[in-house]
């Protein structure tokens, strides 16, 4: 005979092995890092230095691939409109990099410009690059393996000058008003190179008097490096930092506990 | 044998045989809730042993070293003895890692069991008397704990840790008249000063641990003292204890758990990796990383002094400056509440009886309510401590958090506390209607008759 | 008890007594692998997997035994009253007032030992005093100087073609690398959308302007520089500074601008600066105005 309580189910857990073992089957699960939509390959940009003028045919190509696709933005002859600046002087590095990143064409001007698919091919981002780099003279793309970066140089300077606002995992971070510093893991080593030049949207420009080629390509190792860092504690939950540490110590940790100590003292 | 010898040898020595025996016999009412406390306990002997352990190779020191061990991208970079140490047993001491990430686990797990079972004392009215001096026993222990927690962390000199400490100097340096002396006293200078990673040592491994365990046996003296709470059934009465025996049954169910909250924090050492020191590097007073958060128990303070506009006091040259209202005085208004609560509930209620039966939450709606609107200002204090980890993850802009954060931080509690309140009210009607129901039922038949083919009755 | 009874209590009892078994067993292996593991050069997830069984086992094994193989009970205890009797408490008065009488005509006595006590109790905190400096004007000066050289964290002089539009670099006094309360953000804003405050025309050269890096609400340094909105963004705690109007606080906790340096441009075209900060660094403190 058993009264009619008000006893509430308890969860009965045989062991606690397999409950660790089932949240630890859970954690490998949790998405890791945003995964930035869109990447440009680093095997098929050209890994010299170049201006890209040198081909007039391919400016020519460029050129019509420009009015169809960009003029009505940036102007008939890259003066620039109400809906995007003027392209003269930009340089190869800045069309090199918004091409391959997907940054352009940029179908929302209104909010910042966000890495997507890109929407050309390797020989059509040449033409075009090679069409807004004789506009007038500019950043050309750089070269990231020559001069040979260092890579304790890179951590050095990409903690004091980069992870303020793209964090020390190079997992980006919130600027003012929604826009925010993209995640480093999936852009080209040699856009690196580039945005740290042409200083897209809010990013700040780093010039050649500021940081020396050797430093860029320094600093471009250690971004490469942050893409598949020394992990030896664990599954890294992305390196977000102490929120999600904070997070799985409460619901992982002390969680399993709370199962724990509900099957140790439920009733046979 | 053995036993009645030993026993014998010591109670000649000792006269102890009573008291073994009244102890051996102790009655401990068995709950899984009751065990919340236990878990905090035995976070707290994990932390001791790993502590141990890791104090045999980490370095206290602010000298400046140069880095040559095995973690390829700082070779050659200056950092401190306490950084390079840290990096030390992470990569070049076997072993060196999983201890200080089921260090670092464990004093996550350690503040999260003291809560939780702090709220279950509270909600449950185990504070009343005559648990008031344990109650306040047993914040003072979540104080020492977020102190231990904040100092442990700082030591390895890492950048993540060592901009909370200059968070926290510049809260020091808010409180009013004494506030620049207290900042220079305790660092040793203007921040960072190279005392701090010195002093925060000898407060993590000595003061804070020995503070702790004096307050932990009188923690568990006074619960041995006063006995156990229980919940009322059946049996439970005001002046009994219903449960099971210390010896054997408790203490097999007891140790179980200390090797199974000792499994659960070793699989996080192992598995999951925590504090990640070399990614964030050296502490370097001009550097900072996007994302810098405290450990999570600390994270309600940084959400004041996150969501506080920007107002302060000014008068006469002096000032009161702002990270003193969030940093300070919330805090201060936070713990002087817990710490006075029992008294103000006994004040309110007019309940000034002993009480060794729990209630249930919804039995008392107005105490659930305000605790759940309570740990709703937290956890919304919480959330706002990430804001910007918030704002990056979801692509939203971290001032409209702030400010959405800002109205929550009163509408929520409110309307937590409110349904709370109403839930508790609801579920107190259908245990009402339940028991009416249950009183009102015609009684059962108390014998059966049957009519025979032949026409007579047979009972059965 | 039917023999059908029995039986099954045996059944119950030998399948808990073969789960202690296999918690201790696997206990025991993963002890061994432990070793192993230790011997060979260690390995984290292996450890800590390892650990975690072998601890596991153990505590598997405990609980079961508790739960299965000892008695449940339930048993029953009783509380002994706390409160004594009256006599008893007033016991305690007695006992604590005894021998009183030596205060009569003897109160200054006591009088005498609070003064006593109270001033061995503030000489002991005289030793506080070593803990660290007076503050003095420390947090109200820097190590910049007239004339200081500008120079970044490597130590080189900040030349005119240094930064582009739209550029920014942490720099210090040369000789003050790595001081905290020096650190300075330099930054390269457009010339004609720069806004001096009044008394500052002469501060920020060909674009050149310069703040303290250290935020003026918990000392974090502002180091997320927007060029498109030229606005300083502090990471801790979100506090944004208009860069054009002399770092003025637009969004956050911060309740005043960043301190603005003094620059000037010198015969061989570096950067120094004019003097100190003309109003102390980073966060405020009950007496930073006077």
Known sequence: ?268 | ?460 | MRDKDRDELTKAEWRATNRVATGFAATTLAAIGLAIVYWQGGQTQLEGVLLALALGGLGYGFVVVAKRLLPQGPYEEERDPLPASDETVAGIEQDIERGEGWLDRRGFLLKLLALAGGALGLAALFPIRSLGPSPGNQLKRTRWRKDSLVVDAQGNPIATDALEVGGTLTVFPEGALEAEDSQTVLIRVPEDEFRPREGRADWAPMGYVAYSKVCVHAGCPVGLYQQDIKRLLCPCHQSTFDALDGARPVFGPATRSLPQLPLYVDDGGFLRSQSDYTEPVGPGFWDRDR
């Open chain 1, 1 to 268: 005979m058993s009264e009619r309580d008000l006893t509430r189910r308890r969860a009965v857990l045989v062991g606690a092995i397999p409950a660790v073992a089932a949240s630890v089957l859970a954690l490998t699960l949790v998405p890791a890092i945003p995964a930035g939509a869109g990447s440009s390959s680093d095997t098929t940009t050209t890994t010299t230095a170049t201006d890209g003028t040198d081909d007039a045919a391919l400016v020519a190509e460029g050129r019509e691939l420009y009015d169809i696709s960009c003029s009505s933005c940036h102007g008939a002859t890259g003066e620039g409109t109400d809906l995007g600046p003027d392209l003269v002087g930009v340089g190869a590095a800045s069309a090199d990099f918004m091409l391959r990143t997907g940054r352009m064409p940029d179908t929302n001007p209104s909010r910042q410009a966000t890495a997507k698919r890109p929407a050309f091919d390797d020989r059509q981002i040449e033409a075009l690059v090679a069409y807004v780099a004789s506009l007038g003279p500019g950043p050309p793309i750089p070269n990231v393996d020559d001069p040979r970066g260092s890579l304790q140089e890179g951590a050095s300077l990409f903690l004091l000058n980069c992870a303020a606002c793209h964090s020390a995992a190079g997992d980006g971070g919130a600027l003012s008003y929604g826009r925010n510093a993209p995640e480093l893991h999936s852009v080209g080593r040699t856009q690196v190179a580039e945005a740290m030049r042409i200083g897209p949207g809010p990013m700040p420009v780093f010039g050649p008097d500021t940081f020396s080629n050797e430093e860029v390509n320094s600093i471009v190792e250690y971004v490469t490096y942050l893409r598949d860092p020394e992990e030896p504690g664990g599954i890294s939950l992305g390196v977000i930092g102490p929120v999600t540490e904070g997070l799985v110590g409460i619901f992982v940790g002390l969680g399993v506990l709370v199962l724990v100590v509900r099957w140790i003292e439920a009733r046979a």
């Open chain 2, 1 to 460: 044998m053995i036993i009645p010898r030993l026993a014998r040898w010591l109670d000649d020595r000792l006269g102890a045989s009573r008291v073994a025996r009244s102890t051996l016999n102790k009655v401990f009412p068995d709950h899984w809730s009751f065990m919340l406390g236990e878990i905090a306990l035995y976070a707290f002997v994990i932390l001791l042993l790993t502590g141990v352990y890791l104090t045999f190779f980490f370095v206290p020191g602010s000298k400046e070293v140069v880095y040559d061990g095995s973690y390829a991208p700082l070779h050659g970079a200056t950092m401190s003895q306490a950084y390079e140490s840290t990096l030390r047993i992470s990569f070049d001491v076997r072993a060196g890692l999983v201890m200080r990430q089921i260090h670092h686990w464990a004093a996550l797990v350690f503040v999260a069991a003291i809560i939780a079972h702090m709220s279950r004392v509270f909600f449950t009215g185990a504070f009343r008397r005559p648990r008031e001096i344990n109650w306040m026993v047993g914040i003072t222990l979540l104080l020492l704990a977020v102190a231990n927690g904040f100092t442990g962390y700082s030591l390895p000199d890492d950048q993540l840790s060592g901009t909370g400490l200059r968070i926290a100097y510049s809260v020091v340096l808010s409180i009013p008249l004494v506030g620049e002396w207290m900042a220079f006293l305790i660092f040793g200078g203007a921040f960072p000063g190279n005392d701090a990673i010195t002093r925060f040592f000898v407060i993590h491994i000595l003061i804070v641990p020995a503070a702790i365990a004096i307050l932990l046996t009188v923690h568990l003296a006074l619960l041995v003292r006063q006995k156990h709470t229980q919940w009322r059934t059946a049996r439970a009465r005001e002046d009994n204890v219903v449960g099971a025996k210390l010896w054997p049954t408790f203490m097999a169910k007891t140790v179980g758990l200390f090797f199974l909250v000792f499994a659960v924090v070793a699989a996080l050492g192992g598995l999951v990796q925590i504090n990640p020191v070399w990614i964030w590097g050296p502490f370097q007073p001009a550097a900072v990383s996007a994302a810098s958060q405290p450990d999570w128990y600390v994270g309600w303070l940084e959400g004041a002094l996150r969501l506080m506009p920007p107002w302060e006091i000014r008068a006469f040259g002096f000032e009161i400056p702002n990270p003193f209202y969030g940093g300070v005085l919330m805090p201060g208004i936070t713990f002087g509440i817990l710490y006075a609560w029992p008294f103000l509930e006994a004040r309110f209620t007019h309940d000034h009886a002993e009480h060794h039966i729990l209630d249930r939450p919804r039995d008392r709606p107005v105490r659930t309510a305000i605790g759940t609107g309570i740990l709703t200002f937290y956890l919304l204090l919480f959330i706002a401590g990430g804001n910007d980890v918030l704002a990056a993850q979801f692509h939203v802009s971290v001032n409209a958090i702030t400010y959405v954060l800002r109205v929550l931080l009163f509408v929520g509690p409110v309307s937590t506390g409110y349904v709370t309140y109403k839930l508790a009210q609801e579920l107190r009607a259908r245990d009402r209607a339940r028991e009416t129901t249950r009183s009102t039922r015609p009684p059962p038949p108390t014998a059966v008759l049957r009519r025979t083919p032949t026409g007579g009755y047979v009972e059965g």
